[in-house]
């Protein structure tokens, strides 16, 4: 069984940063593909990022491009989401996402 533990999270003005965990647990995710998602209140959860079992490929929703970066620690087993240039649109709260598994989320609150 696959578990997923989000965090990082917080409150940060414009143009702040923030680095977002996800520690999985019962997968090597090195063999997975891993992916962000977002949910913003009244809107639908969207796609953000996503890091390919190879490590080698990722890929972006149009609205973060340039600004977030996935990456992974194979050792720490974790998946990571940097997140640059923030804006309040980008206020949401995140979640990671394996399959037919998610974590729990992290509030991500961007102030302008």
């Known amino acids: 069984q696959v578990q997923l533990v989000e965090s990082g999270g917080g409150l940060v003005q414009a143009g702040g940063s923030l680095r977002l965990s996800c520690a999985v647990s019962g997968r090597t995710i090195s063999t997975i593909d891993m992916r962000w998602f977002r949910q913003a209140p009244g809107n639908e959860r969207e796609f953000v990022a996503v890091?390919?079992?190879?490590?080698?490929?990722?890929y972006y929703a149009d609205s973060v491009k340039g600004r977030f970066t996935i990456s992974r620690d194979s050792a720490k087993n974790t998946v990571y989401l940097q997140m640059n240039n923030l804006k309040p649109e980008d206020t949401a709260i995140y979640y990671c996402?394996?399959?037919?598994?998610w974590g729990q989320g992290t509030q991500v609150t961007v102030s302008s």
């Open positions: 996402q394996n399959g037919q598994n």
């Open positions: 890091i390919r079992w190879s490590g080698s490929d990722t």
